[in-house]
């Protein structure tokens, strides 16, 4: 009768463990869920960003010299900190979601140790049951009890060889399981990190390239575009027949006359040139390098 | 017939006018809609994230003190930088998808200046038209052709007035087009990087706390919730009493032992206040607050 409380012990025991198991099993399952889902938003938020990344450099090409610089060492940018994205992806599957999942089968090799000891419970419980018997049915039959006896110490020293066992991995299985938590939290923390750091510093180089667009200098080539080199000076001829002219539109005319003056040739020929690009829409490899070599 | 050349001159220009406002709509439109794509993304991302904090929390209810701690604080962390994903996701809205929509409208009114331009010019043709009629019908009446001259001239300023018109208006629209592609994208950059910087910083917290957790303590805790305090003295009196008992598990009692002997009666009383609470499993003010207080 002296076992009984300690077998009771081990049972509550045995149930905590098994809670323990469980408990594991449930939320490492949902955290690992729930990070797949995390990061396959975040691969989500990559393609709708290299999407937007394609229409700035399309748009890029229908636009004035500076801006269209701008907008696509802008877009490069973009590009870079999806790449860096991407690498966000693949590094949290291999760093958190993998080993989350691993989980599945370390748990499951607990269970067969949990039950392993179960059944070494169950023979001594049964053993002491017999050893019950024996004492009602033949209570001065000393050799009967006493090999019982033995036969239920031996099965209480194998339930309690196994319960210690069970607690040695469950011991190992506990502290794994802290230092895992620590590990992968702490990789996922660290894979962010990287990741918002890379962002930041290239975001910073995206905003200066956005930033030194020069609008007047595009501004030049947008007027001079609408208005083709000898069209002035015919207009001027024109406005010379008139008796009208003078006086209606002289205003309007002497303003735009003097932005005209500062067009160089070289500005008009490079006018000229991103027209013909335009009309052809397309990545021209060569005017990256010409873009390149400018800034 | 000296007028034609220009205004052949300036139907290129309506076309290229026209062609310029087509490709701020269509391309403004496009990068609106991506962006506002892009803005979804990063919701249901931090939507996403935002159940990664409330399952981290449940977990940490049901975890050994120290882990516990760490966990409501690495979540803690988490759920900030979803309160500035957020942020983000307000302020993109506003500084960069508001402003791409309202071109809607800005391409609207310019579209409608070009259709003053152009009824101008229409007019001017017709005028021209009918002098060439006048010219051919009655070469000789030079009053009648005299007076066609005259109206065709009026004309010919006209168009030429809202032709200037529409080019100043052109010229501030380009301007301002260049401008607020340089405040948007700036924008956008900004409040990335805002974002990134805030996260950069939040999850500098959140490593530490999750690398701050005592692993050593929490495992201690763990074997007393399976080793109550009177179990292990018992043990000893049911081993004193067997003949096999020490051969055999020796070893693994003396270990067991040892690791239980560290154990302090208040490290007791906290485990069994944390049970209590694991069974209850919920999320408990005063806890949180304590864990504030330790930390």
Redesign the interface.
Known sequence: M??T??AR?RD??TK??QENIT?VEK?FG??CQ??A??V???A??R???D??VK??R??AD?E?PN?KI??KN?ADQLAKVQDYRQAEVERLEVKVIEPLKAYGNIVKTKREDLKLTQSARNREAKQMQQLERMRQRNPSDRQIISQAESEL??A??DA??TT??L??T??DF??QK??D??KI??EY??V??AF??K??EI??T??QH??N?D?EG??EV??N????PD?QS??E??RA?????LN??GT??SK?GTLQSGTSSRQRKRDEAEDDEEEEDEDDDDLEEVTDDEH
Request: net charge positive; glycine share 2%.
């Open positions: 002296s076992r409380p300690d012990v509550t025991q905590q463990i408990n939320h949902e955290l729930l990070f889902a995390y396959r938003k975040t989500r938020l393609d709708k960003a999407l937007l229409e700035v399309l748009y229908t004035t801006l701008g907008l802008f110490q031996r209480t020293m309690t060889r210690r066992q607690e040695e469950i011991d506990e502290m802290i230092c938590i620590k939290f702490g923390v660290t962010e990190m918002h750091a962002a930041l975001y910073t995206a905003y956005i930033q667009v609008e595009d501004l947008f007027r575009s609408l208005h083709p069209y015919r207009l001829i024109v027949n008139s008796k009208l002219s209606r539109t309007s005319m735009s």
